[in-house]
């Protein structure tokens, strides 16, 4: 049987004169009328292209989608979502999420050829539906991606005054930077933030004793020559072992105290925040008085 290449819709394989059987034995169904030739590498993208000819004039790729096009911390979803103008119609599919937003030609962006949200607006967007600390991270990543400035998101969040999520979305827009290079980094960060403890300066440069920088720290605090780590995955080969090892060395012959965090601890803030507040108070930090 021949097989068509990339994806298509129902009608386009009819109109190619591929017959329902065929369809059904060469595609995968992603949704009604909408397949993924087994050929194809079925990732998100390729995903996204097979809907994209059911899309309404205007419309593009959002949400998690869009955060996982842009290539911030998420996890692709399952279902795609797409948003499109409120005065456009797109009936339910299975497979496909539709919201409706007023998308100015600014807030559309193309990605792999794909029509998705711009940063700034998908920042946004997830706002309505992100707990602040993830939002922060996606943000964060965003921000590194060169998909969001403060310029942008603060042009965006001006006209959005009313809608759902722009209380929170401001709030945590001032928190956002380009230097965080992990989710964790970015959760962790957040969760300082809240506490009483001092804020924490992200990728923060670790000077020798002749001036020079040797290495940045995840997280840090130069007045209290405290660094704060994670290790993650990427930590397991020998070689990233080895340097980090050289890293957290050079580090702590000139004074500071390294703290390493992992995945585990992800789950436990508090226990996180009370282990970095007791480093703090052996470095000479002292807690701020209990109103």
Known sequence: MEHFSG????????????????????????????????????????????????????????LQTAAALLGAFVDPPDVVHAVVGPDRLL??????TVVHRHLRPEDVVEVAGLPVTSGAQTFLDLARCTRPDELVAIGDALHRLGHLDPGRLQ???????????????????????????????????????????????????????FGVVVTHGDLGWELYRLILEYEGGGHATQEKLD???ERHSLAAADGYLVQRFARKHLTRP??????????????????????
């Open 270 to 291: 508090q226990l996180l925040l009370a282990r970095v507040e007791s480093a703090l108070v052996s470095r000479g930090w002292r807690p701020p008085p209990r109103r």
């Open 155 to 209: 042009e965006r969040l001006d006209r959005a005054d009313g809608l759902r999520g722009v209380v929170r979305a401001r709030f945590c827009a001032p928190r956002l930077t380009p230097l965080a290079m992990s989710r964790p980094e970015s959760l962790v960060r957040c969760w300082i933030l809240d506490s009483p403890l001092p804020d924490p300066e992200p990728q923060m440069p670790v000077a020798n004793r």
């Open 243 to 245: 340097a980090d090892v």
């Open 91 to 96: 009936p339910h599919r299975s497979g496909l």
């Open 7 to 62: 994806t298509y819709t129902w009608s386009g394989a009819r109109a190619a004169g591929m017959s329902r059987r065929q369809i059904e034995a060469d595609g995968v169904r992603l949704g009604r009328g909408v397949y993924l030739s087994r050929g194809e590498l079925d990732d998100l993208p390729t995903r996204c292209r097979a809907w994209v000819p059911l899309l309404p004039e205007g419309a593009a790729f959002g």
